[in-house]
């Protein structure tokens, strides 16, 4: 039998197209429900107030199809379509995929919102939600960042080639398609819309990846610098990780078992990692597996990140991310500077808001934890950058003119248009340690003292968040710090009262000279902004909360010392011998207002945030209880060893 483009058998294709046709037509149950027999709402999007209103707008304007979509080695993806009722037009394609299901399942269960937002559904679009290979109703096997596949033969399968398939099956099959194809996506799902970009479609004309996952060892939520992500790994992967026989609508429950309201004390009681298996996961689960058997930054983790491929990408890219983003702060901005390096052959925007993961997505967003930001900022989004982008490529509606870089200013609280990110105007500056718990902008001079010290101790790390949790939240990226600044295993730095405003935009970078007395160490540095302390007291969480003297967390990052010189080949550290470890704390856009004091705070333990770490050079993953041990870490602030933040400053 003659095969089609993707190796299907032209027989199931048109069977397919039936399929499709008598869908559009009316058909109210489709082949798909009949043959599962039931229905499940399971999903796992974006969570969204459902209106009722946006819920009857869909249903009377939209029409709903279930089909399996063949791929080029013969497997089939469930794919949801959204094709409006009215037939007069012609429409261009908005389309998702996703390892986290495309429900509610069932050709008469609908959305209850469209696209990234309801300006879309009620512009008029054909909207496609797809489950991943291996997910949910999607047949084939699921492999988690899946890599790309550099020289394909053509059987060879990725995540790019199979949103091929899809665009050029739905291009020549879905009636009343304008021949356009846009794609977005947020966290998991815009590492999939990343991977669209790649040898994409002729059809793909606009590209959103949003809060995308893209490094899972070196920025993103399993590893921060190599620093396993315990709390919010654990959580996920206990549900995620399960595997999966057959394609199913259910979703696997992730743990619930804690035991107490009190994540701390859960996960110091759980012990060394791998207790998490001998306890809890019984060596079952694929996904936690993996992460335990490559604890370096080895090929299978350098396999799994698209930033190398990211060359010559030609449609239109929108890159969105949120400064506080407590998942993935490093993927937007990683994958836009891959794309500007590897060069585009049209417009390549990033987006970067004062929000959460994915907040921007939902609600008004006038407000990030305490802080308030005068403004709906994720209104402001939805209605003027990603709407306009999307409309101009794909319906020829007027160029918005965007810049290449629109950035939220926090502090003032402002929306901020960039020629380039970091901006060009953005001059390299430095904020050193100073003896007497110092900061200043100047280098340290020579003092009798020449170092501060401070005993960490794994069996009592330092708390990431003053609240009782057991799932990690979002809200500590902002949290007022003053619950760590007390602790003997926090060093504190401050400058004076600032004089005038000082604007930091874009990378951040700590550069300290350590040492230890152990043979291996973590070191976070967390950047603070403190109000002053007649600070007006207008905590948007809570109005009993004193502003006066508030620390607001900017941005906070970890770094393993063994992984200081290569990330692929650790080394252990010399006892007592001073060390320089330099990390990436990603990038900023804030302005510490006038009156208001720079902060730096310093230690060795953010838990359970990230793991424990036993301050002895072995392979973490496979430590014993026996493996952890008491340190004195000292970080040093001479003209010879001159710890230092370097930063990005913007004369005001």
């Given amino acids: 039998m003659k095969k089609n483009f993707n190796g299907s ?41 459902v209106n009722k209103e946006d819920s009857a707008y869909i249903r009377n304007n939209y029409k709903k199809i279930e089909i399996m979509i ?41 959305k209850t919102s469209l696209g990234p937002s309801m300006i879309f559904a009620k512009e008029g679009f054909i ?100 620093a396993f992500q315990e709390m919010g790994t654990f959580a996920f992967l206990s549900g995620f990780g399960v595997a999966r026989p057959v394609p199913t609508p259910i979703n696997a429950r992730a743990f619930s078992a804690y035991g107490t309201p009190d994540g701390y004390k859960f996960y110091l009681a759980m012990g060394p990692l791998k207790n998490f298996d001998d306890k809890i996961l019984h060596h079952t689960n694929k996904l936690w597996n993996e992460m335990m058997e490559h604890d370096t930054y080895d090929e299978y983790w350098k396999s799994r990140t698209p930033e190398p491929h990211l060359k010559n990408i030609v449609p ?28 585009h052959k049209d417009r390549n925007i990033l987006v970067m808001g004062p929000w959460y993961h994915g907040g921007f997505s939902r609600g008004d967003d006038e407000t990030v934890g305490n802080i308030q930001l005068g403004s709906k900022t994720g209104v402001f989004y939805r209605e003027n950058i990603e709407f306009p982008f999307f409309m101009h490529y794909l319906k020829d509606a007027p160029d918005p003119q965007l810049p290449n870089a629109y950035m939220f200013e926090t502090g003032t609280n402002v929306w901020k248009k960039y020629s380039k990110w970091p901006p060009e105007e953005a001059k390299q500056g430095a904020i050193y340690l100073q003896p007497g718990n110092k900061l200043a ?31 990690r939240g979002s809200e500590f990226m902002v949290e007022d710090q003053r619950f ?10 401050e400058t ?77 550290m010399v006892p007592g011998k001073v060390t320089e470890v330099k990390w990436d704390v990603e990038d900023i856009n804030h302005t510490f207002l006038k009156g208001h004091k720079i902060m730096f705070q310093i230690q060795s333990t953010w838990f359970p945030l990230n793991d424990r770490n036993p301050q002895k050079f072995v392979n973490i993953y496979k430590a014993n209880e026996s493996d952890f041990q008491k340190a004195t870490n000292k970080v040093y602030f001479t003209p010879q060893y001159p710890s230092h933040v370097d930063v990005k400053l913007i004369e005001k």
Avoid: C
Avoid at 21 to 30: F, Q, W
Avoid at 102 to 107: F, K, V
Avoid at 484 to 493: E, K, M, Q, S, T
Avoid at 515 to 542: M, R
């Fill in 496 to 572: 004076e009262v600032l004089d005038k405003d000082v604007t930091v935009a874009g990378n951040v970078t700590a550069d300290l000279f350590v040492s230890t007395t152990g043979t291996d160490a973590d070191f976070v540095v967390k950047v603070i902004d403190v109000y002053p302390d007649d600070a007006p007291d207008n905590a948007a969480l809570n109005p009993a909360i004193k502003m006066g003297g508030f620390e607001m967390l900017v941005r906070g990052e970890i770094m393993r010392a063994k992984f200081r010189n290569d990330f692929g080949k650790p080394e252990p």
């Fill in 9 to 49: 058998p032209k027989m199931s294709l048109i069977k397919l197209n039936l399929v499709l046709l008598t869908a559009i037509s009316g058909l109210t149950t489709s082949p798909l429900m009949a043959q599962r027999g039931g229905r499940s709402a399971s999903t796992a999007a974006p969570a969204r107030m």
């Fill in 316 to 343: 239109a890219m929108m890159t969105v991310g949120g400064f506080f983003d407590q998942e993935d702060p490093y993927g937007p901005l990683k994958v836009n500077a891959s794309i500007e390096k590897g060069g």
């Fill in 441 to 471: 902008f100047t280098t340290p001079q020579a003092n009798t003292k020449m170092f501060d010290a401070y005993v960490s101790d794994p069996a009592k790390p330092v708390p990431y968040t003053a609240e009782i949790r057991t799932i």
């Fill in 484 to 493: 760590a600044a007390n602790r003997p295993d926090v060093l504190v730095y």
């Fill in 127 to 226: 909207f496609a939600y797809q489950d991943a290979r291996g997910r949910f109703m999607s047949e084939g096997d699921f492999v988690a960042t899946r890599p790309y596949v550099l020289k394909k033969t053509n059987k060879d399968i990725d995540e790019s080639s199979d949103t091929y398939d899809t665009i050029d099956w739905m291009i020549k099959n879905l009636p009343h398609n304008n021949g356009k194809v846009g794609t977005w996506g947020i966290s998991a799902p815009g590492f999939y819309t990343t991977m669209t970009a790649i040898e994409a479609h002729p059809a793909l004309k606009a590209v959103s990846p949003q809060a995308p996952v893209t490094n899972w060892f070196m920025g993103d939520d399993r590893h921060h610098n190599g």
């Fill in 70 to 110: 063949p791929m080029r080695d013969g497997v089939k993806l469930y794919t949801a379509i959204y094709v409006p009722k009215d037939e007069t037009k012609s429409y261009p394609i908005m389309m998702s995929r996703s390892p986290y299901g495309s429900g509610p399942y069932g050709a008469d269960v609908y």
